[in-house]
């Protein structure tokens, strides 16, 4: 944590950036615990489609969260070279499944815009802000609003 | 290791002792009059106060030095321990319990109720009986304490207050006895001078003069003539030299065999003399023998002590360590006796065993360890086992055969990994025994405040279950026994109009049933009130007002989260967080709960829970494609249903025809969603399984793979619960497999004619 805190006060941080479909997301780097190859998860009855069910890490079982149908895009199709993103949710912890890890980006906070003004509340609900770099447009989300305690557990 | 170490190991030692104590209370309160559960008791306290004195915890000192002036009244038998006395005993250990707390974590204590406590047991130790009612104890209680207590040895001066025992200021006479009776035997003469040897092997003069003690009465001189001056004086020479003069009935062996040890590091003489020689042979004066101050072990001093001062009572209180195994006898010897007075003869063996049991567990050695490396081992244990399945998988698709020596060996591993597992479990099983006695202050406390008059009785508390299941167990079962005496059992006044006993009784029960422990709360109180139950489930908007239940149904409404049926809220229970905690906690262990009740006759809560929460025998199977566990010991038995057996019912159900009796087919791919449609029976397999509510269900699976023993993967802990999956476990190929949860599959599809969202989500 110490890590983040004298980034902070230097008034930039790192995110990692990634993938789905023709969009781009970053997530907090030091939310993210590990990143892994897709294997085959187990599906889970009475789930959410986005929940693509639960996979084995070193002994512990991780639910694996199809990020895409997530953001309420089209549900993805996992092949071998899609990613999972091991990242840290509150006390719990996630697997995320993206297409490819693009990048890790280390920004200050004037690189960030904020959200425009747009009418779906899913967006508003997660997306924390917007970066431009090397004229891509990524969004930087929020992974504790996006998995909040209560809605896992109206899964 | 620092003091505060230190002082936190006396606090759990304290908690034990505690434990020990309010046990042999209430074995005392159940009639039993075994002098060594009198011990236990006071032994309990005793220690305690040792422990607290050391650590200068005043207060703590002050009450229990009162409360075991009281107990060694009722040990010496002045004092019977009748129903009054023990009321005020039991709430003396509570707060001796409280005070213990206090002194640990800080905090207050009710001082006044201390102080009226203590004025309670003072009266109780001079003889008064509790003013309450005082005609059911016989009185020889009433003579003055002293009197009472003998002083069998006359040269000691008797560390002996009016109350019976003041055990600070002491002296060691355990030698005493020897001395009394005259001896008539011949005199020895011995001279022992020990040599330097003698001393760098680790031998002690003192213990060889002590055991030469026990050959008879002897008076010892010491020879200090070659010791030299201070400067002069080498730290490591023997400078001392004994006469001691034996008068014994025993030989010169005797005597001999004593230095058999030192033999060769001192010079040795005995010589037989007779009273004349002897005085010719002793220039200096004998000393009278006294070796207390030698002895410094202070445990045994301890026990000594006690046997010393209730010389005239049983030889069971000089219990040490060593001696246990007379006690363990004893308490065996005593069940017997019991056993034959018939009217008694449970409850008396049953107390037999508690003390052979807490005989034999102070004999045993234990150490304490840190749960957290147990958890830490138990883990490592469990990834040894998975990974121990990975590897007989592979080596199994690579040698079909199965006869080579690799397949050898790994069966070998199997059944140690096996083996490793089961004792590992073993560390954590521990007897539900505190927790069950956590619950008797409560009834004792909660009672009390509401003015009832209840007894608990408590059954099977050695079963054995996981401690991580124990710690869970306490905060539902508080709150059931609150329940239970505040709404179950009706006040003194209305249980005599219905013509029953006063005084309520709750009964709580543990047992062992298939694989899971069974525990039961049992009240004799006037059930549940089904009218009031279904009134306020329609006010509550829980249930719709033209709703048909039945009376289970409308029983297992006080399960439904916001119902409180208490018509005041009162302080105990009934803030509306009732029941549905309760059931949400014993859920999350895994367990089921349910309640059966009759008007008049009392209700009884019933919860199943597993023994641990680690690991689990299965069946493997497959439904749907998906690879599935069903706990092995749900399963009654498999079979291959023919199409000739199946038989549809209604619109959607079915049933299959087993020996002539009829059950209904549950599809275990249609549960849980995994398929839309209902599979072919013929074409699959089905489990025969017996669920908590009662009553058989046939399981369809496509097919069986096998079984094998898996290791319990929590889903909360990264996911949530599912409804009809108990957790999930790693296969040996590293995938996930999900763990069937039968009893919720079951009562799934017994509710899903009636009321699907409602059962699975209630009995998810």
């Known amino acids: ?155 | 290791m620092d003091m505060n170490e230190i002082k936190e190991i006396f606090f759990q030692e304290c908690e034990e002792q505690l434990a020990e104590l309010e046990s042999g209370l209430l074995k005392l309160n159940d009639g039993d009059r075994d002098p060594e559960t009198v011990n236990a008791v006071f032994r309990a306290v005793h220690s305690i106060k040792g422990g607290a004195g050391a650590f200068g915890l005043d207060d703590l000192v002050a009450f229990a030095h009162v409360f075991e002036t009281t107990l060694d009244c009722v040990r010496s038998g002045k004092l019977e321990p009748g129903q009054d006395v023990l009321k005020v005993m039991l709430k003396s250990a509570d707060v001796l319990a409280d005070l213990v707390s206090s002194s640990r974590d800080g905090g207050s204590v009710d001082e006044s109720r201390t102080r009226g406590l203590v004025k309670e047991l003072e009266a109780l130790a001079h003889g008064e009986l509790p003013s309450a009612s005082g005609h059911d104890a016989p009185k020889p209680a009433a003579k003055p304490a002293a009197a009472a207590a003998p002083a069998p040895k006359a040269e000691t001066p008797k560390p002996t207050d009016d109350s019976g025992f003041q055990p600070i200021p002491f002296t060691f006479d355990g030698f005493g006895q020897e001395e009394e009776p005259v001896i008539e035997g011949s005199t020895y003469e011995v001279v022992f001078k020990p040599r330097r040897e003698l001393y760098s092997k680790g031998n002690e003069a003192a213990l060889l003069l002590r055991d030469l003690s026990r050959v008879g009465e002897m008076s010892i001189a010491c020879d200090t003539d070659a010791l030299p001056d201070l400067d002069k004086m080498d730290p490591e020479e023997s400078y001392f030299s004994w006469k001691i003069s034996v008068k014994t009935t025993k030989s010169e062996d005797d005597i001999r065999i004593v230095f058999e040890f030192a033999e060769w590091d001192c010079d040795l003489e005995v010589k037989f003399a007779d009273e004349a020689s002897s005085d010719e042979e002793q220039p200096m004066r004998p000393v009278p023998f006294d070796l207390s101050i030698l002895d410094d072990a202070p445990s045994a001093e301890d026990d000594d002590k006690q046997a010393e001062h209730g010389a005239d009572q049983t030889v069971a209180e000089a219990v040490s360590a060593a001696e246990t195994a007379t006690s363990v006898a004893k308490a065996a010897g005593a069940a017997a006796r019991a056993a034959e007075r018939k009217e008694s003869a449970a409850a008396a063996a049953a107390a037999a065993q508690n003390n052979a049991a807490a005989a034999a567990a102070s004999a045993g050695q234990t150490i304490r360890v840190d749960l957290d490396r147990v958890d830490r081992l138990i883990n490592l244990v469990g990834e040894l086992v998975i990974n121990q399945a990975m590897l007989s998988q592979s080596v199994i698709e690579n040698d079909a055969t199965g006869t080579s020596s690799i397949n050898m060996g790994l069966e070998e591993l199997q059944q140690l990994t096996r083996e490793i597992q089961d004792s590992v479990m073993a560390i954590r099983a521990q007897p539900v025994k505190p927790v069950f006695q956590r619950m008797s202050r409560i009834v004792r406390e909660v009672a009390d405040m509401v003015g009832k008059q209840i007894r608990l009785v408590t059954e099977g508390e050695n079963t054995e279950v996981d401690k991580t299941v124990i710690d869970k167990l306490a905060e539902p079962l508080t709150h059931m026994i609150r329940n239970a005496v505040d709404h179950g059992i009706e006040s003194p006044e209305k249980r005599e109009a219905a013509g029953k006993n006063p005084e309520g009784t709750i009964k709580l029960t543990a047992k062992h049933r298939s694989g899971r422990i069974l525990i039961e709360l049992q009240d004799d109180g006037a059930g549940i009130n089904r009218e009031r139950v279904r009134q306020k489930a329609i006010d509550n908007d829980i249930i719709a007002a033209d709703a048909n239940l039945s009376d289970d149904e409308i029983d297992n409404l006080i399960f439904m989260a916001g119902f409180s049926t208490a018509d005041k809220i009162s302080d105990i229970s009934g803030r509306g967080v009732g029941m549905d905690v309760v059931k949400r906690s014993i859920q999350a262990l895994g367990g089921r709960i349910s309640i059966s009740s009759r008007p008049g006759f009392g209700s009884t809560f019933t919860m199943s829970l597993p023994l641990t929460l680690a690991v689990l025998d299965g069946m493997v199977v497959t439904v749907a494609g998906q690879t599935l566990v069903v706990p092995l010991t749900a399963i009654v038995e498999t079979l291959q249903p023919e199409a000739s057996a199946i038989h549809s019912f209604g619109a959607s159900q079915r049933l299959i025809s087993i020996r002539n009796s009829f059950c209904p087919l549950v599809d275990v791919g249609r549960v849980l969603n995994y398929r839309s449609t209902q599979a072919n029976p013929v074409e699959g397999v089905a489990l025969l399984v017996e669920s908590e509510g009662g009553g058989q269900r046939a399981l369809m699976v496509d097919a069986i793979q096998g079984q094998r023993q898996v290791v319990i993967k929590s889903l909360e802990a990264n996911y949530t619960h599912v409804p009809g999956i108990a957790a999930a476990t790693i296969l040996g190929d590293g995938r996930v497999a999900l763990i069937l949860d039968v009893d919720a599959v079951v009562a799934a599809s017994r509710g899903q004619s009636l009321r699907p969202e409602m059962s699975l989500a209630a009995t998810g």
């Open chain 1, 1 to 155: 944590m110490s890590y983040a805190v004298k980034n902070l006060a230097q008034g930039s941080r790192e995110l990692i950036a990634f993938r789905i479909g023709d969009q781009e997301f970053c997530v907090n780097i030091m939310s993210v615990r590990e990143i892994r190859g897709w294997t085959p998860a187990t599906p889970m009855p009475h789930a959410p489609p986005y929940v693509m069910g639960i996979i084995n890490l070193r002994g512990a079982v991780l639910p694996i969260v199809d990020l895409s149908a997530r953001l309420g895009m089209q549900e993805a199709e996992p092949t071998a070279r899609h990613v999972i993103i091991v990242a840290q949710v509150k006390s719990r912890i996630v697997g995320l499944l993206v297409e490819a890890v693009s990048d890790i980006l280390t920004i200050t906070e004037e690189n960030i815009q904020p959200v425009p003004e747009i009418s779906s509340d899913l967006e508003k609900q997660y997306a924390r802000g917007i970066l431009a770099i090397d004229k891509r447009m990524i969004c930087m989300i929020e992974l504790d609003a996006l998995f909040p305690e209560k809605e896992s557990e109206a899964a």
